[in-house]
């Protein structure tokens, strides 16, 4: 073999290792970009899951649960494309249960003034409003929301917000009444009252209002009352 086979024969091995090379640093690429896809994906699951499952029924409207499903519902179908697992198998199943089922509704708690045991639910419950208004914001900035409904969707959560923050003004009052006494309660009730009444849009906080109005005309007979007997224990004047 003369030298000028020699010299193509080595530059082949070259050219073969090079692109031996290429392939490999290819493959490591790709291998990388799917294995970043899964992480998201999983990462975008677990954040659309957490709303899902914590976000407290009474303010998962049907809307917003709907748009929750369908989210995870595409989400978790990219997920099986790129890296298909019997758990991602399951998941896809019961999201599609959740969605035919539809929403059950939530009445508000009986006899009840606030729909939370305590503050710190309440206080819970705001958290999960404020990450529910974020998600929405970063799937249409996405492109993945149509900006019309993700503007309608936002409303409804910024009501249940104030919502929130207006059953937490009710934990205050019952809290004055049972430290300070009926009367300042009752300003603090009805100021409460015509803060939710603002809100009663289709009458969805009936339930509630009815509550309330129920206990400060309990509260209204209390006080007068209590008036009657204070002027019947004064002693008249000489």
Same mark, same amino acid.
């Given at each position: 073999?003369?030298?000028t086979?020699?010299?193509?024969l ?9 692109a031996?090379?290429?392939f490999?640093q290819a ?25 899902l =499952?914590?976000? /407290?029924?009474? #303010? ?14 595409s989400?978790?179908?990219q ?17 599609q249960?959740?969605s035919?089922?539809? &929403?059950? &509704?939530? &009445?508000?708690p009986a006899?009840s ?6 503050? &710190? ?6 958290a ?6 974020? #998600?929405? =914001? +970063?799937?249409q900035?996405?492109g ?7 503007s309608?969707?936002? =409303? ?48 969805i906080? +009936? ?8 206990h ?8 007068a ?7 019947? =224990?004064? /002693?008249?004047s000489?």
């Amino acid at each position: 073999m003369g030298p000028t086979e020699t010299g193509l024969l080595i530059l082949l091995g070259i050219g073969l290792m090079a692109a031996i090379a290429l392939f490999i640093q290819a493959q490591e690429s790709r291998r990388r970009e799917r294995s970043l896809l899964i992480m998201h994906l999983r990462t975008s699951i677990r954040r659309a899951e957490h709303l899902l =499952d914590n976000t /407290p029924a009474i #303010f998962l409207t049907p809307e917003i649960r709907k748009l929750l499903l369908a989210y995870l519902e595409s989400k978790v179908t990219q997920l099986i494309e790129t890296n298909e697992t019997s758990e991602s198998k399951d998941k896809l199943s019961r999201i599609q249960e959740l969605s035919a089922l539809g &929403p059950e &509704p939530t &009445p508000h708690p009986a006899g009840s003034m606030t729909v939370f045991r305590d503050q &710190p639910e309440a206080q819970q419950a705001r958290a999960l409003l404020r990450e529910l208004a974020k #998600f929405i =914001d +970063d799937v249409q900035k996405k492109g993945e929301l149509n900006s019309s409904i993700a503007s309608k969707l936002t =409303d409804e959560v910024k009501r249940n917000y104030q919502r929130v923050n207006h059953d937490l003004e009710l934990m205050a009052a019952i809290e004055a009444e049972e430290t300070r006494g009926a009367k300042v309660a009752a300003h603090y009730y009805r100021h409460c009252y015509s803060n939710l009444q603002k809100l009663n849009i289709n009458q969805i906080l +009936d339930r509630q209002l009815f509550e309330i109005r129920r206990h400060i005309n309990e509260l209204s007979e209390k006080i007068a009352q209590d008036a009657e007997n204070t002027d019947t =224990d004064t /002693p008249a004047s000489k």
